[in-house]
């Protein structure tokens, strides 16, 4: 597998309103991985294209979200941290 810089590693996802699919272009390893692993799972996803150190594949359309960071206030923040921490005296 070819070895490219951080600057290299893009990834590029394509579509268009007629079609139901999206494809999605990548050298970065790690996203390689992870979807990978959906292939593996059995979902609805395939390799369309790959060379030394990237690949292109295709999904349906409705995977892709944008999304903003979600937004907690300080006492979201604490009951969440106190509900963990509450989590992980139970194991």
Known sequence: MAKYTKYEQETIFNYNQEEKTASCYTCDPALIRKLDRLIENGEAITV???GDGWREYKFPKSW???RPPRKLSDEQRQK???RMMNMRKDD
């Open 48 to 50: 369309t294209r790959e």
């Open 80 to 82: 969440l941290a106190n």
């Open 64 to 66: 892709l979200k944008v």
